[in-house]
């Protein structure tokens, strides 16, 4: 019960920080034009790592890295998964380029 009331104060607190820095990085936007291609790709990131630990339970992996090598092992539901993601990028080997940028470094 700790960690799921931990969990939930965890969420609250990233949610209004989001918030927030949507905020500040509109203003950089809008009134001193900023480009914010950066923050954009680092949100995206950090919502992939994020969403890897919900499903996957893993520390330090997007979904696309983990994806292929369970699709590597053979599993059938992965390697439809490996598909999808990779037209979803546009790129035919996206989550083995993910792979080897996670686990070769």
């Known amino acids: 019960m700790r960690e799921f009331i931990l969990f939930l104060i965890a969420l609250v607190i990233t949610a209004g920080i989001f918030i927030i820095g949507l905020v ?6 809008l ?6 291609g950066g923050w954009y790709f680092a949100l995206a990131l950090s919502l992939d790592y994020l969403w890897a630990t919900l499903i996957y339970g893993t520390i330090g992996h997007t979904v696309s890295a983990i994806t292929y090598k369970k699709a590597l092992k053979g599993d059938k539901y992965h390697k439809l998964q490996m598909k999808a993601i990779n037209f979803l990028f546009r790129d035919d080997k996206h989550c083995e380029k993910a792979h080897e940028d996670e686990y070769n470094n």
């Open 31 to 36: 009134y001193l034009g900023y480009d914010l």
């Open 24 to 29: 500040i990085q509109t203003i950089r936007y």
